[in-house]
């Protein structure tokens, strides 16, 4: 099956007083229907993909190489006209902000119906009535109401909610999350993932989900790639990945989380800091923090080793006895 994405070997680089290599050879491949967590810490490359994806980079400041196909469509050769109709008619995005992202000075009402006019080409008032159906969606109250609100009075979450109004009235074929629960309290946050999950399967979209949490990928997710100083450094099915960690990184951060923590125990967390992406080491990125590294992992580039034919992981010491140990610990 021809996957709706589809990215290979993309690299992104900030031009400037330094040249900041924010993603190293980055691949992708997403199936219809399909939800891919992405994960990392920040500053890992995770959002600067999903901006890639929509070609939301500063142009005079950003190099791109590799290539993007979406539904098709080679996404790095479109030019301004086609990519305002690839832009939330195609692929749409949900972004971490929506106080941001939202615009303050118009409608929430108007804000949809924009789009919906501007993508499907129906009048007006068919504009409104497909707002008012999408407020209704995402079980945000008194929605005709809410229609004439303004995105500062709204909550949090219902400016979330009406964001992903916003990002779905189209009928995206994908849709790309950018840590939508990060700013709300525990309560809302579950309700805005199962609202996603359901949406997402009504719809039959394709998402690729960016967080931090691994609880949350957990929830919204079928596969996980993990994302490390512009790389994925391991990929594969939610339950490979979270039973059977084979990157040291991933098991870092599988280890440093409270969840299942003892009271008086200190958490197992990752020792040193994530490189500096204008001065990359050569070989592995998380050499230096890794306690299996030796001279092998900083020779060259390390090409993704499979455990078993959908999971993958870029690490030289897969198969020997001190990297089983590890990760049964």
């Not at 500063?58 to 790095?76: L, Q």
């Not at 939508?180 to 399967?201: G, H, Y």
Request: proline residues 6%.
């Amino acid at each position: 099956m021809t996957p709706i994405i589809a990215i290979r070997d993309l690299t992104v680089c900030f031009t400037g007083e330094r040249n900041v290599n924010a993603l190293n050879g980055v691949d992708i491949s997403l199936a219809e229907g399909e939800v891919l967590g992405l994960i990392g810490e920040s500053g890992s490359g995770k959002s600067v993909t999903l901006k890639a994806l929509l070609r939301l980079l500063p142009p005079r400041r950003t190099r791109m190489t590799g290539s993007i196909h979406v539904a098709g469509r080679d996404v790095m050769a479109l030019d301004e006209a086609a990519l305002e109709d690839y832009r939330g008619g195609l692929v749409s995005m949900i972004f971490q902000e929506p106080m941001l992202a939202l615009d303050p000075v118009y409608t929430i009402g108007d804000q949809i119906a924009e789009a919906v006019v501007r993508h499907r080409g129906v009048s007006w008032a068919d504009g409104r009535k497909r707002a008012l159906e999408m407020l209704e969606g995402v079980r945000i109250r008194s929605a005709k109401r809410r229609l004439e609100a303004y995105p500062h009075e709204m909550s949090g979450g219902m400016r979330q909610r009406a964001m992903i109004a916003l990002a779905l009235s189209c009928g995206p074929k994908v849709l790309l999350a950018d840590e939508p629960t990060t700013a709300l309290d525990a309560t809302v946050q579950i309700q805005i993932l199962l609202l996603l999950r359901e949406l997402q399967r009504e719809m039959g979209m394709a998402v690729i989900f960016v967080t931090h949490d691994i609880g949350v990928a957990v929830e919204i997710s079928d596969r996980i790639a993990v994302m490390y100083a512009g790389r994925i450094v391991e990929t594969g099915s939610l339950r490979d990945v979270v039973k059977n960690p084979s990157h040291p990184y991933t098991r870092g951060l599988l280890h440093s989380t409270i969840h299942g923590a003892r009271r008086g125990e200190r958490l197992d967390a990752i020792p040193g800091a994530p490189p500096r992406l204008d001065r990359l080491p050569p070989g592995c990125p998380f050499a230096p923090r890794c306690a299996l590294a030796d001279t092998s992992c900083v020779q060259g580039d390390i090409a993704p080793v499979f455990v078993t034919p959908q999971h993958s992981a870029r690490c030289l010491k897969l198969g020997n006895p001190a990297h089983a140990r590890a990760g049964a610990a």
